[in-house]
């Protein structure tokens, strides 16, 4: 049987390994400051699994999204991983990004080395300092998590998925050494036990003890991707948001879909334990420092097939299947 792990590297560039380089982080990016108002706010736009080298029609999601983003004019871009992997053929997808010509940030996934590519080849690809690093905007402190490193504690099957005790002291440092209010990308999610962050009950719990240190909710929210879901948790004052896939859900190593005919699937033979999503979806982000987080989503339908005729268990995952990002007021 072939795993989906497998079946996505057979779909790329061929088996290879995963480089793990932990001097790779970066000190903090900042931004030049004016003086920050009551009134003002963060706006930022964010993609997650575009998954470019799988799909057949990444470029034009990729586009659909950078279109979006030049009308709306947003602080930054931030794609949550999973975006493309680093070689020659990829240049016209990046091309398409850097169509907003403000600025723009990533988060390393853990399909975005596979092929045998190193994190130092991701990076240098996507312009990006480093796999993990901080920066400041609008008075509010953001930090890039890597959550694709080996685990020190225990033998985890499949793609690492932990956060290494380097950088959560790291982590740690960098939250201790800003005033401003922190919100935090990472790949995989952080209150998701299937499949998300091997330690991730260790760093959530960081993150409050920072918080109960600073004496106010100092850390707002953590966006992720990598289950191609749609969900929100509240944990201890932090808001945990998951990010939906810009393209497609994993349905399984046996699932069979029917939404395309036999000569797509020849050539897009992975996509046939998928169910894709028609047009992309992402998510437009505002924070305000009167303590509203405005999250404004999108929604399609499943390619070919409408969901309720796919004959899957859309709680498999338990948080449903949907081809959907919500729409969220939260408050911090």
């Not at 853990?110 to 400041?136: C, E, I, L, M, R």
Request: glycine share 8%; proline share 3%; aromatic share 10%.
């Amino acid at each position: 049987m072939i795993n989906r792990k497998k079946f996505i590297q057979l779909g790329g560039l061929g088996i290879g390994g995963l480089f793990v380089n932990k001097s790779l982080a970066s000190a903090p990016i900042t931004s030049t400051k004016s003086t920050v108002l009551k009134t003002d706010k963060v706006k930022f736009g964010v993609i997650a699994d575009l998954h470019h080298d799988l799909m057949h029609d990444g470029a034009r999601r990729a586009k659909l999204f950078i279109d979006a983003m030049k009308r709306e004019n947003p602080d930054f871009i931030i794609s949550l991983g999973d975006f493309c992997f680093p070689k020659a053929e990829n240049k016209e997808l990046m091309d398409i990004w850097s169509g907003f010509t403000g600025e723009s940030h990533f988060v390393i996934g853990n399909h975005d080395t596979d092929g045998g590519f190193t994190k130092k080849q991701v990076t240098d690809f996507w312009n990006s300092p480093a796999p993990y690093y901080s920066f400041d905007k609008q008075g509010f402190h953001f930090v890039i998590l890597d959550g694709n490193e080996k685990s020190q504690t225990r033998k985890i099957e499949g793609y690492p998925r932990s956060i290494s005790q380097q950088q959560l002291e790291w982590l740690k440092k960098d939250i201790r050494g800003t005033k401003d209010k922190v919100i935090i990308f990472c790949h995989q999610g952080l209150d998701n036990d299937d499949g998300g962050l091997e330690n991730g009950m260790a760093v959530r719990y960081l993150l409050e003890q920072l918080n109960s240190e600073a004496g106010f909710n100092k850390i707002l929210l953590v966006l992720t991707g990598h289950h191609h879901l749609n969900y929100h948790n509240e944990i201890n004052g932090i808001h945990y948001v998951q990010i939906n896939s810009a393209s497609y859900y994993w349905a399984g190593d046996t699932f069979e879909s029917k939404a395309f005919d036999g000569e797509f699937y020849k050539k897009h033979n992975i996509l046939r334990r998928t169910l894709v999503y028609q047009d992309p979806i992402w998510a437009t982000v505002s924070i305000d420092h009167k303590k509203n987080i405005h999250i404004q989503g999108a929604e399609t339908t499943m390619a070919g097939i409408p969901l309720s005729q796919v004959g899957i268990d859309i709680h498999k995952d338990v948080y449903p299947i949907s081809s959907k990002i919500d729409n969220r007021h939260l408050r911090y």
